[in-house]
């Protein structure tokens, strides 16, 4: 009986559209075209980690994550640092991938800090 009145109580609020849009609950794009990736952060300042089999590589998804920051700056005015980095495929992303904790350098390619304002 619950669950129906659940059920229907979403429906509802779905038809009336009191729920937020898709797109306005998206998140910003800064791991587009990079996999694996990961961001968190605040509009101040922003970090991203990114993978990459090798130096070069690490070099190319660091200017195409520098890229995607620059988008996503001039769309929503935010964040305003940057905080980028390369981190090598395998224990070293497990270890670093999707948390906050700063790479240790013998685990890192590229590390971009940059001022987007």
């Known amino acids: 009986m619950i669950r129906t009145l659940i059920v229907a109580a979403s429906a509802l609020a779905v038809l009336l559209g ?3 849009a898709a797109s306005a609950s998206a998140n910003p794009p ?7 990736c990961g961001f968190g952060g605040d509009p101040g300042q922003t970090w991203v980690h990114a993978s990459a ?30 905080d980028i980095w390369v981190i090598k495929k395998g224990a070293c992303w497990r270890k670093y991938g999707d948390s906050q904790i700063k790479p240790s350098r ?7 800090v940059r001022k987007l304002s």
Request: with cysteine; proline share 6%; net charge positive.
């Open 30 to 36: 800064f791991c587009k075209g990079v996999k694996p």
């Open 106 to 112: 013998a685990c890192a390619y590229e590390h971009l």
């Open 18 to 20: 009191s729920a937020p």
């Open 53 to 82: 089999s090798s130096a070069a590589k690490g070099r190319s998804v660091a200017a195409e994550l520098l890229r995607n920051a620059k988008a996503v700056h001039r769309r929503y005015h935010a964040p305003e640092w940057i």
